[in-house]
């Protein structure tokens, strides 16, 4: 008989990465952090490679962090400050900002926060010299970890900052600047999604670096997968059925995007098997939280049906806001901030907030920053992970549903401004009719309208003109069609008095008959 677990926190992370203090929960990936440790060491600057859910972000937090802080990288020492950040919509604030955390800087961070931040704007060497002026132990290794560095050429493609390019451009020479000077120790470790890769070339000198300490993270193996199910657990005093295991393995199969999957059903696996009260997590309690193919979306939808009538529509806006189909038909992500939020779901910052926490909540992960983030205007918000838009039925609709918006918006605003220039006519039929029922569907929305084509002032103003045009061609339609009632009823009139005329005539001529023949 087995011995009654110990009931732990939750020892699986759900949608989000591991993180540093849960190495001694990370298993399945032995000696890859080694090969990461060697790279870094050799170049100072590493780039960990993968597909979306390969556990590019784990690995980084939960393998190389700890094993740099165990001094695994020789002669380097254990002695090291870590400042992690993702680009968002200010990469070089987001920088300074990582940089004036108390992990890295021991003066008061309101006060450095504006002079890092002009520093680094300054020149390529801004960050060298940040270092070297505020870094608070001369014998310091400093890492710099920019997670989900693909976020750069979001912004550098769609922030409306003008210098937006030059910005971006920056961001990458203080990096690559830092690694390769040899002044002091500074290293520099880049997360990327593969399908990205091909975006580096636009700056100079990053495929070089990147290409110098490549990391492609490799997939799993299923013997890798069953350590990742079996370690946590049993590190957290719990075990689990064979078939239980099994089945978990098959129903991953070889598919990598499902790695984030599994860490939520077997987050939600745990938490049931901890509810029965069960010596060991069976197929029982897998099955109860829907199997991988339905935990996820049905798991949203409790987030969902917390809230109310009004916290639904704007929940709806808010995922609606950060998701995009992207030009090759992918359903991606797209952060934004809460100020844009607010505006596109036309609700207050404390409603957006309401919606926001309930989906961030530490057992569920399904937005980003994690709980415990302070929320302001200018704070990016994210989906944890992308597996949430390809499993939540309610979200794919979601998204299914922006998409065609989107669509027919651009075409008018694209329509609009041929019509302006004179090389297009007003809408009318069919197509006046779509665009009115999308109107009314979708009611108009400057900020919303904005994300996918600028021009929503010349796009309003040519709908309405169609409607006015269609409305006067139904008005001249209808006068017409009056006149043309008026001359039948003329003729009609006419035909009338002269038929009686006529059937008079003959009963007078019928009359006279018959009077001779008397």
């Not at 490679?49 to 990288?73: D, V």
């Not at 309930?358 to 597996?387: A, K, Q």
């Not at 400057?446 to 169609?466: N, V």
Request: net charge negative.
């Amino acid at each position: 008989m087995n011995p009654e677990p110990k009931r732990h926190d939750c020892p699986y992370p759900g949608m989000r990465p591991f993180e540093l203090s849960e190495s001694h929960l990370f298993f399945g990936r032995d000696g890859q952090s080694d090969e990461l440790i060697e790279r870094l060491g050799r170049t100072r600057f590493v780039t960990i490679i993968g597909t979306s859910g390969s556990g590019k972000s784990s690995l980084l937090r939960a393998g190389l962090l700890p094993a740099l802080m165990g001094g695994m990288m020789g002669e380097s020492g254990s002695n090291w400050r870590i400042a992690i950040l993702r680009p968002g919509n200010d990469p070089i604030g987001h920088l300074a900002g990582a940089l004036c955390q108390e992990s890295f800087l021991d003066t008061d961070r309101n006060f450095e926060l504006a002079i890092v931040n002009a520093a680094l704007r300054r020149g390529s060497r801004g960050l060298v010299e940040v270092v070297q002026q505020r870094s608070a132990r001369a014998d310091e290794n400093l890492l710099i970890v920019v997670d989900q560095f693909e976020e750069l050429f979001h912004f550098r493609a769609a922030s409306e900052k003008g210098s937006a390019q030059e910005e971006a451009a920056g961001f990458v020479k203080l990096l690559l600047e830092a690694a390769n000077q040899p002044e002091i120790p500074i290293y520099v470790a880049l997360v990327l999604r593969s399908d990205f890769i091909g975006d580096c070339s636009v700056f100079w000198g990053l495929p070089e670096a990147i290409n110098n300490g490549l990391f492609s993270i490799p997939r799993m193996t299923r013997d890798q997968l069953r350590e990742a199910i079996f370690g946590p657990l049993t590190v957290s005093g719990g075990s689990i059925t064979p078939q239980t295991v099994n089945r978990l393995l098959n129903d991953v199969g070889d598919n990598s995007d499902q790695l984030p999957i599994l860490q939520h059903a077997l987050m939600r696996t745990w938490q049931s098997w901890r509810a029965s009260g069960g010596p060991a997590v069976d197929l029982e309690h897998y099955k109860a939280i829907g199997t991988m193919s339905e935990s996820l979306s049905q798991h949203a939808d409790e987030a969902y049906n917390e809230l109310s009538d009004e916290d639904q529509r704007i929940a709806e806006r808010l995922f609606k806001a950060l998701t995009e189909r992207a030009a090759d038909n992918r359903d991606i992500s797209r952060p934004t901030t809460i100020d844009q939020l607010c505006a596109i779901a036309e609700a207050t910052p404390n409603e957006v907030a309401t919606v926001i926490e309930t989906f961030r909540r530490e057992d569920r992960s399904f937005l980003m920053p994690p709980p415990g983030v302070t929320l302001g205007p200018d704070t990016l918000i994210d989906i944890s992970h992308e597996s949430l838009i390809r499993n939540w039925s309610r979200l794919r609709g979601w998204v299914e549903e922006e998409s065609r918006s989107a669509r027919i918006y651009k075409r008018l605003a694209e329509t609009a401004t041929y019509y302006q220039a004179g090389q297009a006519g007003l809408w009318q039929g069919p197509d006046l009719e779509v665009a009115l029922r999308w109107r009314e569907q979708t009611k108009l929305n400057e900020t919303w309208a904005r994300r996918y084509h600028p021009e929503f002032a010349t796009a309003r103003t040519f709908l309405e003109e169609s409607v006015r045009a269609q409305d006067a061609r139904a008005q001249d339609a209808r006068l017409l069609e009056s006149a043309r009632h008026r001359r039948r009823g003329i003729k009609i009139s006419w035909l009338t008095a002269l038929l009686i005329v006529f059937l008079a005539s003959l009963t007078v001529l019928g009359l006279i008959i018959v009077y001779k023949r008397l």
